[in-house]
Each structure stands twice: as structure tokens, then as C-alpha cells.
């Protein structure tokens, strides 16, 4: 360096790396070129992003490091998973024999602010499902930062913030409160923040208690992560998919959490449970889709064997605050049963979830204890489903103070969940004991219902002999008892009831139409509402800026 810098050096920006440590990288040039250059350390001021996944989005491993969930192709979850039946699952997919697995697939490219597959490790990607969120994760990544001094050929985020400024009302988003359009000077003062995108991983099996203090403990340490150095950081934005929602929202109760959580954007969260849950423990996933039941559980006896073991599963079950009775049977006749007093949606875990002996309760006894299963009896699922109950009730109606929310509408959904009897095959068959009637089955026990956790069940009536068969008695049934199909709007796991409950608790709610539940943050109108909440949060608590710090160097 031969004397004091000039503008005609060169300038360099400095950026942070993945955990916040200030860094900037300078091109090497020939020895007889001695121009300065200027790295200019600015006070970069973080407001990190954190995304909660959803039930079955983070990877799990058993105590020893073995794989247990890892959602790093589609495929690979689906050869795992296929072969196994429920009294496996039942072993394999245990709250008190898995934890988070950090050793999930991540990008090995650079991306905004991410350089190597260790950058994107150290903000834990590894921990949630590539398949389900790898794309959202990149998404968010590289349209929230900018990368200063270095040529992208576009400012992505002024690009972006664009785009939003031109939404005029908001109607194709299906806003639910009056519209606020971001303003020019909100997306200037928002620029002032860089956003690492992080994530968090729980595991889904557990206690959602334990998933939102797991998730306390992330903010605290991405937050110190940013405050070092150059760096300054007191708040994170928080985004979730599906049950992720119930975890954010119960860890800004915890204490000191809500002031830590600048505001959270909800994606297709099921904010009062979903009735979907009940009629995948009673017939499984077959006749929703085959292939999902081949990972999921194709029969009740699968689904049953893991869900009534798991907390955090029982707590995506319709609340005492589901807004419609949503639990029906009916008779041959389209007639509804008198079933509403003792299976009360307004008091579901002491009746429905509760229910021990009736054949419609939520879980079927024989099916705690599945072959080559570690099997569970009915005083251990009690205790289970008390601590769904306890969650939800402490819960409640709470949300955090700056809180957006989208969820789906237009794809057929389980708003309700009906039994409907229909006539079985006996008279058919020559039977001529007279069928119970309809009160009598709907007070059966259940033994007296033929049930294998598949789609429909049926009452059945006696064994007949046919001709040519006289020594192979042949079953009857005096009725088929069957889950109706969705017939409802939602996002397909998620209805619209249970999606539109926050409305009274949010600042903006949006309504959009053809977005399904597990890719729902692939779909360009959640990136769309995502980054105006994003953005809308930020402009709120914008920093002060000071000026840049000017360190000089020498190209030698």
C-alpha cells in the first residue's frame, strides 16, 4: 500500500458466514498490482428466519445414530417403510426410542448466503425432510439475501419486494381481513435486515411441549449466533408447516419467548386439530392414497399401533375448540344416530378419544399390541391421550401478537367424518335372521363388529353354508359399516374450519385456493403470501443504521 485508499480502489463487502461470524472473500490479483482494497464491514443486523416442519418433516433416528425417518427422497422413505407392518412401526417409531436425526441431505451448491454442505448444517437443514422442504428452504435462502459485491445480475429481493408492492387489494390471495399493500418505504426500511434461514427439527412423536422448548432453544442460539462481531441480532422470524404451527405457538408462551419471536407465518396449520386423523386410526391410509399408505400405514391397525403411543400425533385430533360437530353416524336411510351425547366434539377426550368398548371409539384395544410389536395397554394410552389433552388446553386460543396464516381451500377434505351403514350381503345369501336395528348396532361393542382397520367394517350376521361348500361356512354381514369420502374444502388433510380458526386471532389470514397439505410451500402463492409477511414484519422493526466501518488492505 503506497498511500491513503481512493475511490478507484477496489471495495469489498463483507457478509457473515452460516452462524453469523463476519467474513469477506477478495479475489488474488498479480503481485504488480497494488490498488487498496476497501473491506467494508458494515453492522449487519440479523433478523434470521427459523421453519418448524410439520409432523413426519424432521428426520429421526434411534438412540444409537441408526436411521429410523430420513426423508431424503421420496423413494427412500417409501422402500423403509413399506415392508413394515404395525407391530414393527409399533418398535421402530417410538417417542422414548427416537430423537432428531441432523444427518439429512443438504445442498451441495452454494445458496445465498451458504457456501458448503457444512453451512447448511450448521442451520441444522439436515434435520428436516429434503422431499417435503428442501426447495422452500433454497427458496427462501436466496430471495431474502443478497450477496453484496458479488454478481447475481439482480437484486432478488428488490425484485421481489416488487412484486408484492403490486398487489392492489389482495383478492387472489384470499385475504380474510382488510388489505394493507406494502408501501415502497416499508420494503426500503425491510431491506435493512440480512435473514439466515435456519430450521428446526422436533421429533413428531413426542410431546409438542417438548418440540416447542426444543424450538426455544434454537431462537436463543441463532440469536447469540448474530450477536457477535459486526453483528447484531435480538429477534427471529419464525415459519411453520402444518403441526410446526401448534409448536411455534406453544413455545411464545413459554417465558421471554414471545419478545425473542419477531412474528410467525403459519402455513396450512390444523389450528383446531383435524377430523382426518380419527378416520386414519379407525381404516388407515389406503383409500386416501396407496402409495402415502405404503409410508404412513395402509390399515387402522398400522396407524393405531404408532399413533396411540405418540403425543404429538393424538395432538393433531380435532380439539374441544373444532367449531362443528363433526363426528356422525348414520343408518341405511341417510338418518343421523343419536351418537352426539356419547360421542361429544365438544368434550372429545372424554368421550370419543376415551371410548374403550364401543366399536366407533377412537382406538380399538386389540391394537395396542400388535405381533412383533412392543405393545402398549390401555392405561399407557390413557396417559398418552392426557397429554395431548393437557397440550391442547394449555393452548387454547393463544397466538403470537404479530402472526399471518394461510391454509388451503378447494381440495377435497374431511371437514366431518361420517359412518353410514349400508345393507350387507345375508338376505342375499338366504339369512333369514332378522338384522339388528340400527340403535342396537350403534350401542355394539367392539367384538361385535367385524373390524380390521380396513374400509368398511362390517356387523356380522351368521355363517351360512353353499352349495357345493358344505363344510367351508361362508361369513355374512347384516351391514357394511363405511368412513364416508372427503367431501369437504381444505387442503386435503386440513378443512377449512380448522384452517380458518385462527381469523380472529391473526393480523392477516389468506385463503388459498388449490393448495395441498404436504407440498404446500411448492406452490408460488405461499412463497408469495410468505414473503409479504416476512416483509411486513420486518419493516416494523427496522434498525437504525449507522455508518459502514472501513478497514484498508492490500491486495499482496
Same mark, same amino acid.
Request: hydrophobic share 35%; net charge neutral; proline share 6%.
Given at each position: ?44 443486523? +440479523? ?116 412484486? %408484492? ?17 406494502? /408501501?415502497?418505504?416499508?420494503?426500503? $426500511? ?24 426444543? %424450538? #426455544? /432453544? ?35 408462551? %413459554? ?30 391410509? +389406503?383409500?386416501?392414497?396407496?402409495? #402415502? ?33 363433526? &363426528?356422525?353416524? $348414520? ?13 361429544? /366434539? ?32 390401555? @392405561? ?13 388446553? /394449555?393452548?387454547? @386460543? ?6 399471518? *396464516? ?31 336395528? +340400527?340403535?342396537?348396532? %350403534? ?14 367394517? &362390517? ?27 372427503? *367431501? ?8 377449512? *374450519?380448522?384452517?380458518? +380458526? ?7 389470514? &389468506? ?18 403470501? @410468505? ?10 422493526? #427496522? ?12 491486495? $499482496?
Amino acid at each position: 500500500m503506497t498511500g491513503p485508499a481512493t475511490d478507484a480502489g477496489r471495495r469489498v463487502y463483507a457478509g457473515t458466514d452460516s452462524t453469523g461470524v463476519p467474513n469477506a472473500t477478495v479475489t488474488l490479483t498479480p503481485a504488480d498490482r497494488t490498488d487498496t482494497v476497501r473491506i467494508v464491514l458494515d453492522t449487519v443486523h +440479523a433478523l434470521p428466519i427459523v421453519f418448524v416442519p410439520g409432523i413426519m418433516g424432521s428426520n429421526l433416528m434411534d438412540k444409537k445414530g441408526g436411521e429410523v425417518w430420513r426423508l431424503d427422497s421420496k423413494w427412500g422413505i417409501f422402500s423403509a417403510m413399506r415392508k413394515l407392518n404395525a407391530g414393527k412401526r409399533q418398535a421402530l417409531l417410538h417417542p422414548d426410542r427416537t430423537e432428531v436425526d441432523p444427518g439429512g441431505v443438504v445442498p451441495g451448491y452454494p445458496v445465498g448466503t451458504l457456501t458448503d454442505k457444512a453451512a447448511f448444517r450448521a442451520r441444522h437443514w439436515g434435520e428436516v425432510g429434503a422431499t417435503s422442504y428442501g426447495d422452500f428452504l433454497i427458496w427462501l435462502e436466496s430471495n431474502l439475501n443478497d450477496q453484496r459485491g458479488v454478481d447475481i445480475g439482480s437484486d432478488l429481493r428488490s425484485y421481489l419486494h416488487a412484486g %408484492l408492492r403490486r398487489v392492489a387489494d389482495g383478492r387472489h390471495w384470499g385475504t380474510q381481513h382488510a388489505y394493507e399493500r406494502l /408501501t415502497e418505504d416499508e420494503s426500503e $426500511r425491510a431491506k435493512h435486515w440480512t435473514h439466515p434461514v435456519y430450521a428446526c427439527g422436533y421429533n413428531w412423536l413426542d410431546d409438542n411441549d417438548k418440540a416447542a422448548a426444543r %424450538l #426455544a /432453544t434454537r431462537i436463543d442460539e441463532v440469536i447469540q449466533n448474530h450477536s457477535r462481531g459486526q453483528s447484531r441480532c435480538s429477534q427471529v422470524i419464525v415459519v411453520t408447516h402444518s403441526m410446526g404451527g401448534l409448536v411455534a405457538r406453544r413455545c411464545s408462551q %413459554l417465558p421471554g419467548m414471545a419478545q425473542k419471536i419477531a412474528g410467525i407465518v403459519h402455513g396450512v396449520m390444523p389450528a383446531v386439530g383435524a377430523p382426518v386423523a380419527y378416520r386414519r386410526c379407525k381404516v388407515g391410509m +389406503a383409500d386416501e392414497s396407496y402409495a #402415502a399408505g405404503l409410508v404412513i400405514g395402509s390399515t387402522g391397525r398400522d396407524i393405531t399401533a404408532v399413533f396411540a403411543q405418540a403425543p404429538g400425533a393424538l395432538q393433531l385430533l380435532p380439539t374441544e375448540r373444532y367449531p362443528l360437530r363433526w &363426528f356422525h353416524v $348414520r343408518d341405511v336411510h341417510g338418518s343421523e344416530l343419536p351418537v352426539a351425547d356419547m360421542a361429544r /366434539t365438544d368434550r372429545p377426550y372424554d368421550t370419543l378419544y376415551a371410548e374403550r368398548d364401543r366399536w366407533w371409539g377412537l382406538v380399538k384395544e386389540e391394537w395396542l399390541s400388535p405381533e412383533h410389536g412392543i405393545p402398549i395397554d390401555w @392405561t399407557g394410552y390413557k396417559k398418552t391421550l392426557g397429554k395431548a389433552a393437557e397440550f391442547h388446553k /394449555t393452548l387454547d @386460543t393463544h397466538y403470537h401478537p404479530n402472526t399471518y *396464516a394461510f391454509y388451503g381451500t378447494g381440495v377435497a377434505s374431511f371437514e366431518h367424518v361420517c359412518w353410514r351403514m349400508t345393507a350387507g350381503d345375508a338376505r342375499q345369501r338366504g339369512v333369514q335372521e332378522a338384522p339388528p336395528d +340400527a340403535s342396537s348396532v %350403534l350401542a355394539m361393542n367392539r367384538n361385535a363388529v367385524r373390524m380390521d382397520g380396513t374400509n368398511p367394517e &362390517f356387523v356380522p350376521g351368521p355363517d351360512v353354508h353353499l352349495r357345493g361348500r358344505a363344510n367351508q361356512p361362508v361369513p355374512t354381514q347384516h351391514y357394511n359399516l363405511t368412513l364416508d369420502e372427503a *367431501a369437504d374444502s381444505g387442503d386435503g388433510t386440513v378443512p377449512v *374450519a380448522s384452517g380458518r +380458526a385462527p381469523l380472529n386471532h391473526v393480523r392477516q389470514l &389468506f385463503a388459498l385456493k388449490g393448495i395441498e397439505h404436504e407440498p404446500a410451500y411448492l406452490h408460488p402463492m405461499a412463497h408469495q403470501v @410468505t414473503a409479504y409477511a416476512i416483509t411486513r414484519i420486518a419493516a416494523q422493526i #427496522a434498525p437504525a443504521i449507522g455508518r459502514p466501518v472501513h478497514k484498508e488492505g492490500n491486495t $499482496r
